[in-house]
C-alpha cells in the first residue's frame, strides 16, 4: 500500500510557541539581557521592499488583481507604504477634458499651479539658451514674462522662459486652474475636448518638462509662495496621484502647507501626523502614498 502524500493542515498541526525575549526563570537579568536578538524579530530591508513594493504590489493593484492575489505580508501588516507610489497611478481617461495653455496671455503669476489639488499643472522658468537649442523644444508652451524674462534681465541674468504643462496621468480636469486664471483676468487656461492624439501631445510634452532640468535658483523668489512651487526638490513633495474628489479645496490646502514647510526646512526636515479627516484617506487607498515625506 502506497503512503498517502500527506497535506500540511494548520488546525491539526502542532504548535510549538517560540518565546522571543521571554526570561528563562533562574536566569540572570543581566546574562538575559544579552542575549536579546540586537535586531527587531520583524526586521525590513527597507530598499528592498520599496523596490518589490512598486513592482509586485502597485503591479499587481494596476492589473486590478491586488486584493485577490497579493498575500499578506510584514509590510501590509505594519500599514507600511513606500512614499510617492501615487505618482505611479494614471488618471488620463477619468475626464473627457484637459486644460491648454495659451502662452502669449500668461504674466507667469504661478496661481494655477498652486491651486491645483492634484499636482497636475506645474511650471519652471529656464534661461531662454538653455531651450531654444533643444530639439524637442515647443514654443507654445512657454510664455517670455515680465517677471522670469524682463527683471531678470534688468538684473543681469539671462531671461527665462516660463512653462506650463500639464501631466495628463494626473489632471483629473476639474477646472479650478482654469476658473482661477480666469478670476484674474488673464484667460490664459482654457478647457480642451481630449479627441485621437490628445494624450500622446500632452505625455510627450510632460516629458519634456520632466527632462529640461529644474528652475535655477537664481529664478526663485524665496519669499513668494508660488515661487516655491517652481522648486520641484524641496516643495514638490506631494506628488498627485491621491483619490481625492476632482476640486477637492483640502487638497490645494495639503499641498500649499507641504511645499512651504518643505521648502523652509527641507524635506528631511519634516513629517506629517495626520489626525483623522478626508486627507487620511484619499492619500492612503492602498497602495497609493502621494508624499515623498513621512507621515501618519
Ligand atoms: S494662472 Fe494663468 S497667468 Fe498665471 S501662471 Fe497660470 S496660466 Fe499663467
Ligand atoms: S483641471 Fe484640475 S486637476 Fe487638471 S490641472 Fe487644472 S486644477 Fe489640476
Same mark, same amino acid.
Given at each position: 500500500m502506497t503512503e498517502e502524500a500527506r497535506v500540511f493542515n494548520p488546525v491539526e498541526a502542532e504548535v510549538e510557541e517560540v518565546p522571543v525575549a521571554t526570561k528563562e526563570p533562574g536566569l540572570a537579568k543581566d546574562v538575559h539581557e544579552a542575549l536579546l536578538p540586537t535586531e527587531s524579530v520583524l526586521s525590513l530591508d527597507v530598499a528592498a521592499y520599496v523596490q518589490d513594493f512598486n513592482a509586485r504590489v502597485i503591479g499587481a493593484y494596476e492589473k486590478g488583481v491586488g486584493s485577490q492575489e497579493l498575500p499578506a505580508d510584514v509590510g501590509v501588516a505594519r500599514s507600511l507604504i513606500p512614499p510617492g507610489t501615487a505618482a505611479l497611478r494614471d488618471f488620463s481617461y477619468l475626464s473627457p477634458e484637459i486644460p491648454e495653455f495659451i502662452a502669449d496671455k500668461c504674466v507667469g503669476c504661478m496661481t494655477c499651479v498652486t491651486e491645483c489639488?492634484?499636482?497636475a499643472i506645474l511650471a519652471k522658468a529656464i534661461p531662454a539658451s538653455r531651450l531654444e537649442g533643444d530639439p524637442e523644444f515647443d514654443g507654445f508652451h512657454w510664455a517670455r514674462t515680465r517677471k522670469y524674462f524682463e527683471v531678470p534681465a534688468r538684473k543681469g541674468l539671462e531671461g527665462a522662459l516660463f512653462g506650463i504643462f500639464i501631466d495628463p496621468t494626473k489632471c483629473k480636469g476639474c477646472a479650478e486652474c482654469v476658473e482661477v486664471c480666469a478670476a484674474l483676468g488673464y484667460d490664459a487656461l482654457r478647457m480642451l475636448r481630449k479627441g485621437e492624439g490628445t494624450l500622446e501631445r500632452y505625455r510627450r510634452a510632460f516629458n519634456f518638462f520632466r527632462h529640461v532640468g529644474p528652475t535655477p535658483a537664481?529664478?526663485?523668489?524665496?519669499?513668494s509662495l508660488a515661487d516655491m512651487m517652481l522648486a520641484e526638490e524641496s516643495a514638490l513633495l506631494y506628488v498627485g496621484g491621491a #483619490?481625492?474628489?476632482? #476640486?477637492c479645496g483640502e487638497g490645494t490646502a495639503l499641498r500649499m502647507m507641504v511645499a512651504a514647510t518643505g521648502f523652509a526646512y527641507g524635506p528631511e526636515g519634516m513629517a506629517i501626523v495626520a489626525a483623522t479627516g478626508c486627507n487620511t484617506v484619499y492619500c492612503s487607498t492602498y497602495p497609493y502614498n502621494p508624499f515623498l515625506v513621512p507621515w501618519t
Open positions: 489639488p492634484d499636482t537664481e529664478y526663485v523668489n524665496e519669499k #483619490g481625492s474628489c476632482m #476640486g
